[in-house]
């Protein structure tokens, strides 16, 4: 299973994280296995609400008690998470303070990407909703460009790499 794919390096993501985190907040977390090792830091905050496509990360936060919004559409086998346009049309609605988002790749020169058009189209919906977007890569998604560009590196608040 792809949680446990690099799981030092998502830990220590997860970590660089939670120094994002405060009181009160609605968090954004994408379909990637990387964004729920965020979770677990998340009881450490009062008033927290996580909005996400992720059916793992809802799983994962009601364990927990996190308070968690999925966001509805088709549903997605293969990544366990809900895209489409109703997904979209549901993020549009969303007003998040933090969104942390991990595609598969970022290239030297900035551009940020992934195989999976849909999932790209529901982040890049989030990030017009959110006040500040921080991305998190491990060492395996340096130097890599997809097929669909979410962004680029100079129009994100904040990128974290793995140590």
């Known amino acids: 299973r792809r949680f446990f794919v690099d799981e030092d390096e998502k830990k220590d993501l997860g970590?660089?994280?939670?120094e994002?985190?405060?009181?009160?907040?609605?968090v954004y977390l994408d379909s990637s296995s990387t964004c729920q090792y965020i979770i677990p830091y998340m009881n450490k905050f009062k008033n927290i609400t996580i909005v996400t496509n992720s059916v793992n990360?809802?799983?994962?936060?009601?364990?927990?008690?996190?308070?968690c919004i999925l966001?509805?559409?088709?549903?997605?086998?293969r990544d366990m998470?809900?895209?489409?346009?109703?997904?979209?049309?549901?993020?549009?609605q969303f007003n998040v303070d933090i969104a942390f988002f991990s595609p598969l790749g970022i290239s030297d020169d900035g551009i940020i990407?992934?195989?999976?058009?849909?999932?790209?189209?529901?982040?890049?919906?989030?990030m017009k909703h959110s006040k500040k977007n921080v991305f998190?890569?491990?060492?395996?998604?340096?130097?890599?460009?997809?097929?669909y560009t979410l962004t680029r590196r100079d129009e994100v608040d904040e990128i974290l790499f793995s140590n």
């Open 15 to 18: 970590r660089q994280a939670a």
């Open 20 to 26: 994002f985190l405060a009181d009160s907040q609605t």
């Open 57 to 67: 990360s809802l799983l994962y936060a009601s364990k927990l008690q996190i308070p």
């Open 71 to 77: 966001l509805g559409g088709k549903y997605y086998d």
């Open 81 to 92: 998470c809900l895209v489409g346009s109703i997904t979209e049309q549901y993020a549009d």
């Open 113 to 126: 990407s992934d195989v999976d058009i849909e999932q790209t189209s529901v982040r890049r919906m989030i």
């Open 136 to 147: 998190l890569f491990e060492r395996n998604k340096l130097c890599k460009t997809y097929p």
